[in-house]
Every structure is written in structure tokens, then in C-alpha cells.
């Protein structure tokens, strides 16, 4: 494979926190140099690329989402969801296992990996089934599943309710340090709720989901982690008691890491306005005051990693009263841009953003993508961090169009996508 050097860059690195003018050497699907500073990595018979002083950095890894295939490839596909994924510097995807079938079968991590090796243009790793059938009441065989492919465990949009078998699925998950995700939501305490409890529900006259229905089983499931000694991952946290629930175990040695959803860290439940069904979510948009709770954590480093929560839906299932639409939205093509708000907002800096994006969901699965280093994957993007655009929805690539930013205005456009050395991903010239 020709070596390529790509040249005059504002390298920034999420491992290191460190960002300066320099240049990469790729070679072989692999990044073969850095070189900070002006010093060119280009020899005789190198292909160069001149970045033109956009930012590069490691593409990112998103831990949830949503991509159809088994049984729902109305919704979206490997194929369109990878697209999505590559037009929004997503080079590595953990694909949920709530599918028809479930993925708890070896078999199907297999079949998921050959479709993700014909038909998708980054890197699709499975997550399997937490228990079987996604039923909360038998866990799967966490070994078979690891050695055939699954990066973690998980029951999806469905929280493992019965504490006795999500400690047993602990105790099992311990002895091959596999990462148990959790959607930390109680149903019964979630109801018919279809919206942040509070007063803006009231006066919409929706049912509303108690933070209760977060924290209570989020406590729950942080006992038994100190318990066990599990490695325990929240998928997604969206009040400020549940940081202050995360901060305390992490400070008591207990082995947790939480996420965010991005719709949580940069809308609020104002969005929801004349009842778009787009900005229907779980867990739901919350208060302002929950918002900027959440952006603090990241800063702070409590919250772990930012996801995308992408959960395309048939129109049909949108298009129907607030309380009967389905969860889910679009979130993949438009996570890195939305999230450089926060930065416009000069509220988290590069580096820290791209480490909650990147560096950070790598070191939780264990790959050695997400920063600059040599020997790591060449899995890169070229970002101009600063251009506006407006989000179109019948411009996005993924098969559905519910996106709660349609018709936004974001700053941040990936120019380019790399997986493995390669250019998967171009901008379409403004």
C-alpha cells in the first residue's frame, strides 16, 4: 500500500491532550509517523495531502447505535448507517443488539460481521445480548459471544430489570472482564411517561418520566458493581443526581464509567415545542438546568464518552401523537458538529471533546484506535471545526430522516473520513 502523508494539520490528539501544527505518515492502514511541529513527514515517492490546516484527528467511536440489520432494514442498514456514520467522522460503530433476532447467538455476530465487511465503509463492531431473546431473564453466554466477535454486553433500549440477574450477569461478566452496559431506565417507574416530568409537561398535558426512573436503577446497579467488582457501564445519564451518583462510586474505587447521549447534552426539553415527535428520546430531553449539568460532568471528566444514541424510525412510527410516536432519532451524521457547540459555547476544549468521542470509547472496548500514536489505526478525519451549515434532513445518508436538528444551524463539516489509510468520506464542495 502507498505511504501517505498528510501535511500542514492541526494535529490534535484526545489520548495526549495534545494539539499542534505538525503531520501524519500512514502507511500499511496504519499511522507509520507524527511529526509535531513544521516538519514535513514526506519522503521520495510519498503521496502528500495537504490539509490546509484543518484539524486532523483520530475518528471517532461511537458506543450505541442503532444500524437494523437483522429485521429492520427499513429503519437503516449496515450500509446506509456506515455512510451516515463516515459523513460524521464516525470510524468505528458498536451496533446495538435489540434486532429481530436478538444478537445472542455466535451465529449472528458472524452475520453481522461478514454483511459489516461487504456492505460497510467503517468499522461495525457487534455488541451481544445481555440476556436471551432480550428478555431479562436468562443471561447469554458472555464467552461463546466474546469469542466470537461481541466488544460488550447489553440489552439495548431495554433495562436489565431484575437485579438478581443483573447480578449474576456481573459476577459471570467479572471473570472475563467483559463490559456490561445498562440502559438505566426502570419501566415501572417510567410508566406512560413519554416526557421530562415537570412543568413543561404539565402544560403540554403529557405524562412525565421521573428522574426517580434514572437514579433509582442506576444506584441500584452501582451496588451491585462494588459488589461484584464488574466493569459496569451506564449507556446514558441525563440528570445531575445521577453525576453526583457516578462521581461518588468512581471516587469508592467502584468500576464505572457512564455516557451521554448527544440529544441530552446539547437540547433540552423546550425542543420538544409543538410536540416534535423527533425530539422524542429516551432517556427524554430534561430541563436546562439537567443540560448544562451534563456538560459540566464532561468537562469535569465524570461523564465518559458521548454517544450518538442513532436509532432511526419509520416515518409511520413518527408521524403519529407525541404519546404514541416511538422513541429513537437520528444522531450519528450530526454528533461531532453538534457537539462543537460546546466548544463555541467555550465551555470544553478540542482535545477534552474529542477524547469523550474518541480516545476515551476505544479505551473502554480495548482497541488501540482514537489517538496519534504510532502503530495506531489509521482511522482519521480531516475536521473544519468553524464552517456553518444548515442541517437538511433529505440531504442526511442514513435511510430515516427523524433528526431533532433538522434544519439547525451547526458549525463544525467533516471535509474527510479514513479508515485504515484510505479515504471512505469527501465533503461535497460548498
Known sequence: MRELAIVNALLVDPASGRQQRGALLLRGGVIADVVWG?????GEGVKRLDAGGLVVAPGLVDLRAY?????????????????????????????????????????IIDFIKRRARDKAI???????????????????????????????????AKAVKNPQVMRRAMIYARDFDALLINHVEDPDLRGDGVMNEG?????????????????????????????????????????????????????????????VSINNLTLNENDVGDYRTFCKVSPPLRHEDERLAMVEALAEGVIDVIVSDHDPQDVETKRQPFSEAA????????????SLRLLHAGQIELPALLAALS????????????????????????????????????????????????????????????????????????
Open 359 to 430: 480516545s476515551r470509547p476505544a479505551e473502554l472496548l480495548g482497541l488501540r484506535c482514537g489517538k496519534l500514536a504510532v502503530g495506531a489505526p489509521a482511522d482519521l478525519i480531516l475536521l473544519d471545526p468553524d464552517a456553518p451549515y444548515v442541517v437538511d434532513k433529505r440531504k442526511l445518508k442514513s435511510r430515516a430522516k427523524n433528526s431533532p436538528f433538522d434544519e439547525a444551524r451547526l458549525q463544525g463539516i467533516v471535509q474527510a473520513t479514513l479508515v485504515a489509510g484510505a479515504v471512505v468520506y469527501e465533503a461535497e464542495p460548498v
Open 67 to 107: 444500524l437494523g440489520e437483522p429485521g429492520a432494514e427499513f429503519r437503516e442498514t449496515l450500509g446506509t448507517g456506515s455512510q451516515a456514520a463516515a459523513a460524521g467522522g464516525v470510524t468505528t460503530i458498536v451496533c446495538r443488539p435489540d434486532t429481530d433476532p436478538p444478537i445472542d447467538d455466535p451465529a
Open 199 to 259: 412543568e413543561f409537561a404539565s402544560r403540554k398535558g403529557l405524562p412525565g418520566i421521573p428522574v426517580e426512573a434514572e437514579t433509582m436503577m442506576l444506584e441500584r446497579d452501582i451496588r451491585l458493581a462494588r459488589a461484584t467488582g464488574a466493569r459496569y457501564h451506564a449507556a446514558m445519564i441525563s440528570c445531575a443526581e445521577s453525576v453526583e451518583l457516578v462521581r461518588r462510586a468512581k471516587a469508592e474505587g467502584v468500576r464505572i464509567t457512564c455516557g
Open 38 to 42: 513544521e516538519a514535513p513527514a514526506t
Open 122 to 156: 467503517v468499522n461495525v463492531l457487534p455488541a451481544a445480548a445481555l440476556t436471551k431473546g432480550i428478555a431479562g431473564k436468562e443471561i447469554t453466554e458472555f464467552g461463546l459471544l466474546l469469542e466470537a466477535g461481541a466488544v460488550a454486553f447489553t440489552d439495548g
Open 327 to 338: 422513541n429513537g432519532a437520528l444522531g450519528i451524521e450530526t454528533m461531532l458538529s453538534a
